[in-house]
């Protein structure tokens, strides 16, 4: 119902006030935080968790209820307030904020479990919501609602208007993005401050029913978030025009005041914004629930046949790739695909065209196509893979590492890795992947070096805690293992092990098959090598490779189609670091590369099976 009685107007009006009050005397007793920018979401709290929002209090994360994603993560004490009104917990737990030994951190967490996912680094939380309310309306098929409250600081970055075009394409109609416009930023106001009006055409242009509306008036929200209800086929925005410290004489709408707390100025505060609550008793307003339950679903994924493959076939992995995702499909409804319209060359179209409903495309937005995968992960809704060149995932870096802070389940495969993608040049190789997944804490780095790895490296993701990065190649690869090859996170093969061997080589991917015809053409001369294929580079097996490395007489030589910083190189001298008579001689590109044929790249950067040839020779001999 649009209309809301006097009686309830009131209550969330005094409650809207309360929750600044929380937040005024949390960041006081924290030393530290953001009042300001919560006194301005006051209201817009007040009606969408005692109003407007349909949730069980006691299962925060239940499928059914509708979701709250805080993109302004800043704003945290009074996103932990409303819960802690709507008793979840209590309001004397809100002064143990930003403490050591307290999970209300200075931004959201799930490490609550009323959070879905991390914000506070800005511009990522309507992306999020948008693969959560993309899931809701496609998948689920459910009533339940997406809201998302957004600073206009934020609004600046551009992964907020790729959220903004992917909802308007989608229709999501079930998505309503509250902008917060209260006019100053961090050190200098917002850069449209209160021109609302531009804040309009900006989302109606983008396709997107949109709201102006008074953001301390509680019946105008209250009107506008039921209206936005009644809209079919197109995602709601609602420009709140608030003021940054409302209600706070001396610090409302004023510079100066962002992240600090009132200090000496909060009792004063506390008093004059009491004097403004009518009714002193409890509140007594609970949430409304869910009037639908949403199912579990089967979180775990196989293939539905093993690998396929005839031993020395041509298959580059990004097929397997494509191959391996049908096969999980098979078996599982709730696996999801979503690409950056590079799907023809990353071969997730092979999915799109077994299950076209299972498909989503996020077009050349690959802030928003990550960030849209963490949505859709989020409360195991469906199992996603994103996929893209490798390389566009740096574009999407911090997504990733704030998917990390998440604790999210995102698999990412990038393809066309390293210098062997050939003539397309430099800009489309990924020579960085590596070492940015390395540095992931959550990050499985998976990197098959044919079909058959590819295949389980894709059923092994699936069922993966965590991020997992796969990394895949262009070039078509001889097939090297069984199609009954077992494989198993952190555990690498000995792919050639030939008596006497008198260094171990450690390559993966193209430089695998490097290594393998190098072993080939040494052992014509006399000289034997033992060929280690890691499978994942984090975690790294090692313990075959150092069972390996004193065996060969304690010469390691790793070889990769990637920069050296960061790498399968590093990756192994730092797990070998512990012992004692190794030497690691590493093999990568250095340098910018350039266009040119694979076997002319890998020549001229010194990782092909000359290169190693001639480094086998030289360790040989030291």
Not at 109 to 123: C, E, H, K, Q, Y
Not at 134 to 146: A, E, L, P, Q, T
Request: with cysteine; proline share 4%; aromatic share 8%.
């Amino acid at each position: 119902m649009s209309e809301v009685d006097a009686k309830k107007l009131s209550c969330l009006r005094d409650l809207a006030n309360q929750l600044r009050i929380d937040c005024i005397r949390s960041t006081n007793a924290g030393g530290s935080g953001h009042p300001t920018s919560c006194c301005s979401a006051a209201e817009i709290m007040s009606v969408l968790f005692f109003h407007q929002m349909k949730y069980k209090v006691k299962e925060p994360r239940d499928a059914a209820n509708d979701r709250f994603i805080l993109s302004k993560g800043h704003a945290a004490p009074i996103l932990y307030a409303a819960w802690a009104e709507a008793g979840l917990f209590s309001v004397e737990e809100l002064l143990n904020l930003r403490k050591l030994n307290n999970d209300l951190e200075g931004h959201p967490t799930p490490r609550l479990n009323f959070i879905d996912v991390a914000t506070g680094s800005l511009g990522q939380g309507l992306s999020v919501s948008c693969g959560m309310a993309y899931v809701g309306k496609y998948f689920d098929k459910s009533d339940y609602r997406v809201y998302c409250l957004i600073g206009d600081g934020e609004s600046a970055e551009g992964s907020v208007w790729e959220a903004m075009n992917f909802a308007s394409v989608y229709k999501l109609d079930n998505l309503v993005a509250i902008f917060d416009v209260n006019r100053l930023g961090q050190s200098d106001p917002a850069c449209l401050e209160h021109d609302m009006e531009t804040y309009r055409k900006r989302a109606e242009a983008f396709g997107w029913n949109t709201y102006v509306v008074d953001g301390h008036d509680v019946e105008a929200l209250c009107k506008t978030f039921h209206d936005a209800t009644t809209v079919t086929g197109k995602p709601t925005c609602v420009l709140a025009k608030t003021f940054k410290g409302k209600g706070v004489p001396g610090v409302e709408d004023l510079m100066g005041w962002h992240g600090k707390p009132l200090g000496d100025k909060a009792e004063e505060a506390i008093k004059i914004i009491q004097s403004k609550i009518e009714s002193t008793g409890s509140h007594g307003l609970c949430p409304s629930v869910p009037s639908t339950e949403v199912p579990a679903i089967n979180m775990t994924a196989k293939l539905c046949e093993p690998p396929s493959y005839n031993k020395g076939d041509k298959v580059a992995t990004r097929v397997a790739y494509g191959t391996a995702l049908v096969k999980l499909g098979k078996n599982n409804e709730h696996v999801i695909a979503l690409d950056g319209d590079t799907k023809n060359s990353t071969f997730s179209e092979t999915y799109k065209k077994a299950f076209p409903n299972r498909y989503v495309e996020c077009y050349i937005a690959e802030q928003n196509l990550v960030g849209v995968a963490i949505g859709a992960a989020c409360r195991n809704r469906t199992i996603p893979f994103v996929s893209t060149f490798a390389c566009f995932l740096s574009r999407a870096y911090d997504q990733i590492r704030m998917g990390a802070i998440s604790q999210t389940n995102v698999n990412l495969c990038g393809s066309h890795c390293g210098i062997s993608i050939g003539e397309d040049g430099p800009s489309q190789m990924a020579l960085e992947d590596i070492a940015m997944f390395r540095a992931i804490p959550t990050a499985t780095v998976f990197y098959p070096s044919d079909a058959v790895s590819a295949e389980r490296a894709i059923e092994l993701a699936a069922n993966t805690k965590g991020i997992c990065f796969i990394r895949t190649s262009r070039p078509a690869t001889a097939v090297i293992y069984n199609n009954d090859e077992p494989f198993l996170v952190g555990k690498a093969k000995v792919v050639c092990s030939p008596d006497n061997a008198q260094v171990t080589v450690v390559g993966a991917g193209i430089t695998l098959h490097e290594a393998l015809t190098a072993a080939e053409k040494l052992a014509a001369e006399g000289i034997n090598i033992r060929v280690v294929d890691p499978f994942t580079i984090k975690p790294l097996d090692a313990e075959t490779l150092a069972t390996s490395a004193k065996e060969t007489g304690g010469r390691v030589l790793t070889v990769e189609d990637h920069y050296p910083e960061g790498g399968i190189g590093e990756a192994v001298a730092g797990a070998l670091s512990g012992h004692s008579g190794i030497t690691v001689r590493r093999l990568a590109v250095n340098g910018v590369p350039r266009s040119g044929k694979c076997a002319e790249l890998l020549d001229m950067f010194n990782i092909s099976h000359k290169a190693i040839i001639n480094a086998v020779k030289e360790m040989i001999k030291c």
